[in-house]
């Protein structure tokens, strides 16, 4: 998930009751909540090191425990050498509370969206996801807004006219309680929406592997991926509707085996690249100067955009040495695509 999402959950938690224990609640647990993301760093080199590294160790259990020690570690010490206002206190308990419920909220919500996490690094580098959250979700953000601003804006107009001013906490709950019901509905939809696409069958061929994957704004709306032995057909999918048949956005027909292929994906970026990807799909366009591969995860693939998504794109020469190689989450689309 984007950083603002993961900040105002963090206020949220707070919010709901932990700022009340310790001094330094809020801050812990917005570094925490943030801290996971520390691997960003690995996008300065290029684009397949953020791939490699981005959502690794530090999205892994051994990873935010770690981050979590460390940063209670390091509030402990910054605590210890603020003066205190009267009537609040420092409580190492609490602060460890709210270090590991700050990073552990980082990985539940990474996990949600379609990109997911490697939990049991470095011990196994399988990619775990849920699929139900857009990996920058409006609506999310707007039930976080609403539940943490508007008590906010509420205890303004209350110290205005001198009224009871309004407690924090209930926004904190709610927004937590708003969360956790969006999971819910996301989660039904998401399992209705794979239910209907393993009713059917694709170019007469029965799907080998199927994903569901969430649009920003409609729940109950979604882009299905349906791979078979010779095709991968993306759909969008209406859950409210199971007789109406999905509709169909792009086949893609999977390239035949070709040397200029199995060259492109045994590069550094195409290893990477494979070890990512849900659904692989790549095409060859051989040219006198060589060969561009193109090899693309549909599981973000974008009917609407003008853009591919998720692209590592190799050069090769005719000899099919390396000329070029490079990872982009978005490229301009090709002359003629669809």
């Known amino acids: 998930m984007d950083n603002l999402t993961h900040t105002l959950t963090a206020v949220a938690i707070s919010h709901a009751g932990l700022n009340r224990k310790t001094r ?47 940063l209670w570690g390091f509030m402990s010490w910054i605590g210890k050498r603020v003066p205190a206002k009267p009537g609040t206190v420092l409580n190492t308990r609490w602060l460890l509370c709210a270090a590991f419920l700050g990073t552990a909220s980082h990985l539940l919500l990474d996990f949600t969206n379609a990109y997911g996490v490697r939990p049991f690094l470095p011990f196994s ?68 929406a794979l239910n209907i696409l393993d009713s059917r069958t694709y170019s007469d061929e029965n799907p080998q592997k199927l994903g569901a994957f969430p649009s920003p704004w409609n729940p ?4 299905g991926v349906a791979e078979t032995e010779t095709i991968f057909d993306v759909l969008r999918v209406k859950v409210l ?25 045994t590069t550094r970026t195409g290893r990477i690249f494979m070890d990512f990807a849900r659904f692989p799909w790549g095409e060859v366009d051989e040219s006198e100067d060589g060969f561009l591969v193109s090899l693309r995860d549909l599981r973000f693939y974008s009917g609407v955009t003008q853009a591919r998504s998720f692209v590592a794109d190799i050069e090769l020469d005719k000899n099919l040495r390396v000329r070029a190689q490079s990872f982009r989450f978005t490229a301009p689309r090709r002359q003629g695509e669809e």
């Open 241 to 265: 509707d199971p007789d109406q048949p999905p509709e169909e956005l792009r086949t893609f027909h999977k390239p035949e085996a070709s040397p200029a292929l199995r060259a492109a994906m």
């Open 220 to 223: 109950l709306e979604w882009t």
């Open 24 to 70: 330094f609640a809020t801050l812990t647990l917005i570094l925490g909540a943030n801290a996971p993301d520390i691997d960003l760093v690995a996008g300065f080199q290029d684009g397949a090191t953020y791939l490699k590294y981005h959502r690794g160790i530090t999205h892994s259990f051994l990873g935010i425990i770690v981050i979590a020690i460390i």
């Open 125 to 192: 580098g399988r990619w775990y996801a849920w699929d139900i959250m857009f990996i920058f979700d409006p609506l999310l953000l707007t039930l976080l807004a609403l539940g943490l601003g508007l008590p906010w804006l509420l205890r303004l107009v209350s110290e205005e006219v001198g009224a009871r001013q309004p407690n924090l906490a209930a926004g904190g709950i709610f927004a937590l309680c708003a969360m956790a019901a969006l999971w819910g509905v996301r989660d039904f939809a998401h399992r209705r």
